[in-house]
């Protein structure tokens, strides 16, 4: 297997494992049976092939083509594009391919395909592949062959991408007439079809393949005789009168059910109205109430989406509302009830859009532009009515609530309801429900869904459809705690490191240092610990001991060995006498080897905080409240929802609490139960923010009990997100600051890493050829570093500590807890840890590497003001006791390469802001 080349594209691409899976099984594929590459074969060499890879792949039943035809199927939203443009790398770099054909199966995925594989587009699939850098694939498309044809032979790009919209063909073919692309080009002498029936390594790729069975167009197309088909799809089965016929040809099936395991979607679930029954309700009120309570849903996600985006300073999702109607008729009928006064007072008049085929010309011109653009917050648009589903291709990722209202079995309703909104706006679940969950309302087909999601073959529940043993590389995990190199040098290690690297063969071979104890015997040992105990305490008495440094002088090692001798257990007298008798114990070589051997093995890191002094002013600025977005609606009943997998039940309530004889005090009452929120110091601002809110809700509540309903059954919704806004204005000033170093120095952290069982100790110097998984790997062989192992994030931290290890007399990566240091991103106060810290003969250096794409980002800006800012208090503090001063540094990952010496580094210095910092 090519593994090499599949590591290397996964890791650039940056694929999920699922994707990494499929590509693999493909470089499998062509390893057991290579004469899939062979061009020209005859019949029995196609079922060879298909013999060879039965043995591969249980699940191969028969190719189901005239070709060897693979198909790989992805559920929804975990990246179908990106696989094919893996796909295509590989197959270019391991195997000299470079003749594509991109079947798409309507109008809107062709231009999607399109636009995805032309370079510097959002979502460009090639992104980080080095050999399409200066020239990227040409790309010929169903629109400019004919043109571009008579180019074939200038072309500068190794590869060429042909896409295709298979719709376009079948229509010609139904017409009685052949195809455009079987007509003669008077610029090759032949038609396209033939010239690319005739390329030697034509590679077919199908997009939702389970569009191209039994179909004219596909027959015309199984006469291309490609190389192979490399089919994908999120349902692999075709419809038929006894039900759904599954494919033949499937060799990675990553069903529904295990990317909301993996959460790579959103969590599915349908939602009701408790104790609702449609029998007692005419269809037309059974349809309103389900809007209803669909734009009550609607309303309630935006605002937790935004108080989501507000509290994690993040993007800003503006979700929207899908309704499914009957036919073009019902469509329009709805359109006219959503946008009518009777519809919550007309909010939502120009909010709405029909897309369908009723539309022509300018108006249809402005359907699609406002359908491509609804995930614009710019955009107005928070109701799509559509007539048979919104088909594949069209990617969103804010579609949060759908209201069906077409008659459709509870399978059909879910697989098709729920295909087009399960893309996550983050591209991972964020730990808040209402962010990560689809809401289908379905009050008068509630039970029915549920029922059918838990039978054993629901899409939902089922697990996988794949019988292959479990994967060779699927290893059990473990955890592993790390002690720095100074125990070892003691003799103090527990051998935690040692039992990591036992199945690594021999003891050279596990990256582990050899090292030779200080202290051999039991009586020196358990000295050495007592003395560490002591040396501990001296941590917080700065003034004696400023640095691990000062610990060395005589007459300190004297009171060391003093306190150690009062901490030691009396030593029993021995019966042994004379040459047998144990050497007596030398205290004060113990104290001195111990505290030589802590200075050598360690890097002092003084514990430091900015303490506000004089009056200390608190609270928050007042200011404008944002309500653009917010426009929660009445509740006449609570709705219920229950999730489809994991079958976890929530509710909208709408039962009403405490009646506030003043409208303000139902936000004020809840503000109040926030623990930083005081409410003799903040009365003014609560009411003020409160009355701003009551304001907005009169604004479109025209009746006085609506806004009293939505302030009762909303109230903590309403707080939680004006509790949001009161963070980014939240102050606090002090007279003077005065930093405070508690500690000169502080022990050394113990890591705790997860590794697979087995896994063995890489070493640093050599070059990852899985750099996607780095993480999981643990390194050593190292010489320079406090500690014998160390894991990285990422390739660029290893080749920096092959810098590092050259360059600095000691360094390593700190644990969490080692500086405690804090940055504060939204309302958030994190830790944060750098990448590592290194001392050399003349200062001691705090370095972050970081993408370059990433070095703007509000988070990386944070994280470098708090350890700048650190650096810059440890700086003054080290001048004033003759201590290596420290820097920080901020370094991009491109440059970080062998050839660069530590010192050159140093221009990448980031220098405190204000050493008066708030902390």
Not at 86 to 108: C, D, E, M, R, W
Not at 253 to 274: H, I
Not at 648 to 655: I, K, R
Request: charged share 25%.
């Amino acid at each position: 297997m090519s593994q090499r080349e599949v590591n290397a594209i996964a890791g650039r691409l940056s694929l999920r494992p699922p994707q990494t899976e499929s590509l693999a099984k493909l470089a499998r594929a062509i390893e057991a049976a290579p004469a899939m590459l062979k061009h020209d074969r005859d019949a029995a060499e196609v079922a060879a092939v298909l013999a060879a890879l039965k043995n591969q792949f249980p699940t191969l039943q028969d190719f189901e083509r005239d070709f060897p035809s693979l198909c790989f199927a992805l559920a929804t939203g975990v990246g179908k594009t990106r696989l094919m443009g893996a796909f295509i790398s590989y197959l270019f770099q391991a195997h000299g391919i470079k003749h594509f054909f991109v079947l798409a199966p309507n109008l809107t995925i062709y231009d999607k395909l399109i636009t995805d594989f032309t370079p510097n587009t959002p979502k460009y699939v090639f992104k980080g592949i080095a050999d399409f850098a200066a020239y990227p694939p040409e790309i010929i498309t169903g629109d400019n062959y004919e043109e571009r044809a008579q180019a074939l032979g200038d072309l500068l790009s190794p590869v060429t991408i042909n896409i295709f919209n298979i719709s376009k063909i079948n229509s010609e073919v139904r017409g009685g007439k052949a195809p455009r692309i079987k007509r003669l080009s008077e610029y090759i002498g032949q038609s396209y079809f033939d010239y690319l029936a005739g390329l030697p390594d034509l590679v077919l790729l199908m997009d939702e393949s389970h569009r191209y069975r039994a179909t004219s167009g596909v027959r015309a197309i199984n006469e291309l005789k490609p190389l192979i088909g490399l089919e994908l799809s999120a349902t692999p089965f075709v419809e038929s009168s006894k039900g759904p016929v599954p494919f033949k040809n499937v060799v990675m099936d990553y069903p529904l059910a295990r990317a909301m395991e993996d959460g790579f979607v959103k969590e599915p679930a349908v939602v009701t109205q408790r104790n609702f029954d449609a029998r007692n309700m005419p269809p037309d009120e059974v349809e309103r109430v389900k809007l209803q309570d669909g734009v009550r849903l609607h309303e309630a996600t935006k605002v937790e989406l935004k108080t989501y985006a507000r509290s994690n300073g993040v993007k800003e999702v503006k979700p929207f509302m899908l309704v499914i109607a009957r036919d073009t008729t019902h469509a329009g009928a709805l359109l006219a009830l959503l946008q009518s006064d009777a519809f919550f007072g007309g909010r939502y008049r120009h909010k709405v859009i029909q897309v369908d085929s009723s539309k022509s010309g300018a108006d249809e011109e402005e359907m699609i532009r406002r359908l491509l653009a609804v995930e614009s917050v710019d955009e107005p648009t928070e109701i799509v009515i559509h007539v048979n589903m919104l088909k594949e291709g069209w990617d969103v990722t804010n579609l949060y609530t759908i209201v069906p209202l077409r008659a459709a079995n509870a399978r059909t309703l879910v697989e098709q309801s729920i295909g087009r909104g399960l893309r996550l706006p983050y591209g991972k679940r964020t730990g808040v429900d209402a962010v990560d969950r689809l809401n289908i309302i379905a009050h008068d087909r509630f039970q029915e869904i549920i029922d059918d999601a838990n039978r054993a073959d629901s899409p939902i529940k089922l697990k996988t459809l794949i019988l292959e043993a479990p994967d060779a590389g699927d290893e059990r995990m473990q955890s592993v705690t790390v002690q720095p190199n100074l125990a070892g040098a003691l003799g103090l290690n527990q051998g935690a490191e040692a039992s990591l690297a036992s199945g690594a063969g021999q003891p050279a071979s596990s990256g582990l240092p050899v090292v030779t104890p200080v202290f051999t015997t039991s009586h020196e040992r358990q000295a050495a610990h007592v003395v560490m105990e002591v040396l501990a305490g001296y941590e917080v008495r700065p003034q004696d001991a400023p640095t691990r440094q000062a610990l060395l002088r005589p007459e300190l090692q004297a009171r060391i060995a003093e306190a150690v001798k009062e901490k030691l257990p009396p030593v029993q007298a021995s019966l042994l006498t004379g040459d047998d008798a144990p050497p007596e114990l030398d205290l004060a070589d113990v104290v001195r080897r111990t505290v030589e051997e802590a200075v050598k093995q360690s890097i002092d890191i003084p514990r430091i905080a900015v303490v506000p002094k004089g009056d200390i002013t608190s609270g928050f600025k007042p200011f404008t409240l944002d309500v653009s977005g917010l426009h929660l609606q009445p509740k006449d009943r609570s709705l219920v929802g229950q999730t489809l997998r994991t079958h976890e039940q929530f509710t909208l309530s709408a039962q009403s609490g405490r009646t506030e004889h003043r409208l303000e005090d139902y936000i004020v009452h809840a503000l109040i139960d926030y623990d930083d929120i005081d409410y003799t110091t903040h009365a003014g601002l609560l009411y003020d923010l409160a009355g701003q809110m009551v304001a907005h809700l009169q604004s479109y509540l025209p009746v006085a009990d609506e806004v009293r309903n939505v302030l009762d059954l909303d109230r903590q919704l309403i707080a939680k997100n004006i509790h949001a806004q009161m963070m980014s204005h939240f102050h606090e000033a002090a007279t003077e600051y005065e930093v405070v170093v508690s500690r000169g120095f502080t022990a050394l952290k113990e890591p705790t890493y997860t590794v697979g069982a087995g896994q063995p100790v890489r070493d640093y110097r050599h070059t990852v050829d899985e750099p996607s998984r780095i993480k999981q790997m643990v390194f050593g062989h190292f010489s320079r570093c406090l500690y014998p192992l160390q894991k990285f994030d990422s390739d660029t931290e290893r080749r920096f500590a092959v810098i590092l290890e050259r360059d600095a007399d000691k360094w390593f990566k700190p644990a969490k807890g080692q500086f405690q240091v804090f940055y504060k991103l939204g309302v958030e106060q994190s830790e944060y840890v750098p990448d590592f810290v290194a001392e050399t003969a003349h200062f001691v250096l705090m370095v972050e590497t970081k993408a370059r794409n990433e070095l703007g980002s509000d988070e990386v800006k944070a994280k470098t003001e708090a350890g700048a800012v650190w650096c810059g208090h440890a700086a003054d503090h080290a001048r004033k006791i003759g201590a290596k001063p420290w820097k920080y540094l901020l370094i991009p990952h491109d440059l970080v390469t062998e050839d660069k010496r530590l010192v050159d580094f140093l221009a990448f210095e980031i220098s405190a802001p204000s050493l008066r910092a708030v902390p």
